[in-house]
Every structure is written in structure tokens, then in C-alpha cells.
């Protein structure tokens, strides 16, 4: 009888370490589909995340082309050009890209007025000049320099020199007539030894004589 009992619990110990045994299998297999389904998802991630990194760096590149010289501009030129006309050109190019396409310069342009390393922007207006135009604007700005000169020396010839703050060497370029280097020096040893000033006509009288000083107030003012 107490055989029976314990073939009994052996078989009943024996189905309970099967039962174990398979359930701890069954958890190993669902553990490593689970792993398996993370590595999966991870790699499906990084994969998505690569390509979209792709895509960006393409379109970074694609939008550093573009700003690079891809870009078209629209330029016209006119004048002393062969073919003058509205062009298309991309945004790096330069006026020397321009005139090339517009076939280039005629006999009678002159070159050297336009910048050919310039950048071309888009709307540019650029005109060849020729030669005669630039003859023309030398002479109208030698012309007008030679005015502007003419009308300073002129109004510094005019315009009369305070005697009370003009030293010996203004007095001397004034250039007035009969007022040399040793009449100028007397005038400014008078005024020196007056308390630095000269009041009146009689003050130059004392200093040079009536007739010098007459002569010089017409070239001169007293302050």
C-alpha cells in the first residue's frame, strides 16, 4: 500500500517537472520574440532615420548648388557691344560673361570703362561706352576742374585779407602790388609793438607810409 502511494507522488513530482519544464521554454521562446521584434523595430528605426538624414544632407547640398551659381539671373547690354540684348546668366557670373555672350566688344568701344570682374546682378543695365564717349568725359572733367580752380584762385584774389590776423607770408602771397617781403615784415613788427593790433589807416601810414598804405587798403580790411 505505501508503495503504491509513493509511485503515485513520483508520477504526480515527474508530471509537475514536465509541466515546469515546458512552461519555462515557452517563456525563453516568447522572451527572444520579443528581442527579436525590438532589434527589428530598432533597425526599421534607424534605417527611417538614415534616410531622412540623407534626404536633408540632399537637399542642403541641392540648396548650397543652387545658392552657388545654379540660380539664373536676367542682364541687358548696350552700347559698343556686338550683340546687345537681354541675356540669362547664372548668379555667380561675372560682366566678362556677359560680353562674351553678347559677342563680345565692337572696334569702336573702349574697354577699359567697364569693370569685367564685376559680379552681374539681376536687372543690371550695362553699357558699353566707346571711345569718343570717354575722350568726351576726360575733356568735360578736366573742364570742370579747370572752373572750379580758376573760381577759387579768383575768389582768393577778391576776397581781402584781415591786416590784424594775416601773418608776413599771407601778406607776401596776396601779391599786392608794390608790397614786397620787407614792406610785409615792417607791417607785422608795427603791429606787434601796437599791442598786436592795427586800428586805422594811420596805423599803416606810421608803418610803411601814406602812399604804400594807400595803395594797400584796397587789398586789405582792418577787424
Known amino acids: 500500500m505505501q508503495k503504491k502511494k509513493l509511485y503515485g507522488s513520483v508520477i504526480i513530482l515527474g508530471i509537475f517537472l514536465i509541466f515546469l519544464f515546458i512552461g519555462y521554454r515557452l517563456q ?18 534607424t534605417g527611417d532615420t538614415i534616410k531622412e538624414e540623407n534626404k536633408s544632407e540632399s537637399n542642403d ?8 551659381g545654379k540660380k539664373e539671373i536676367k542682364a541687358q547690354i548696350y552700347g559698343e557691344i556686338k550683340k546687345p540684348g537681354v541675356y540669362s546668366l547664372k548668379n ?55 572752373s572750379s580752380n ?3 584762385s579768383s575768389k582768393d584774389e577778391n576776397e581781402k585779407l584781415d591786416i590784424n590776423s594775416a601773418s608776413e607770408a599771407d601778406i607776401v602771397n596776396k601779391k599786392i602790388p608794390g608790397i614786397a617781403e620787407g614792406l610785409a615784415k615792417k607791417i607785422i613788427e608795427y603791429r606787434d609793438k601796437n599791442n598786436g593790433r ?16 594807400e595803395k594797400l587798403m584796397e587789398y586789405i580790411e582792418i577787424n
Open 28 to 45: 525563453n521562446t516568447k522572451t527572444t520574440l520579443e528581442n527579436k521584434d525590438v532589434s527589428i523595430y530598432k533597425e526599421n528605426k
Open 61 to 68: 547640398i541641392q540648396s548650397i548648388k543652387n545658392s552657388d
Open 92 to 146: 555667380s557670373d561675372r560682366i566678362k560673361d556677359l560680353i562674351d555672350l553678347a559677342g563680345g566688344f565692337t572696334e569702336k568701344s573702349d574697354p577699359y570703362s567697364i569693370n569685367g570682374a564685376k559680379k552681374v546682378i539681376d536687372g543690371d543695365n550695362i553699357e558699353i561706352k566707346s571711345k569718343e564717349d570717354g575722350s568726351k568725359e576726360k575733356s568735360l572733367s578736366n573742364s570742370k576742374n579747370n
Open 150 to 152: 580758376t573760381a577759387v
Open 198 to 213: 592795427i586800428n586805422s589807416k594811420q596805423d599803416l601810414e606810421k608803418a610803411i607810409g601814406p602812399k604804400r598804405s
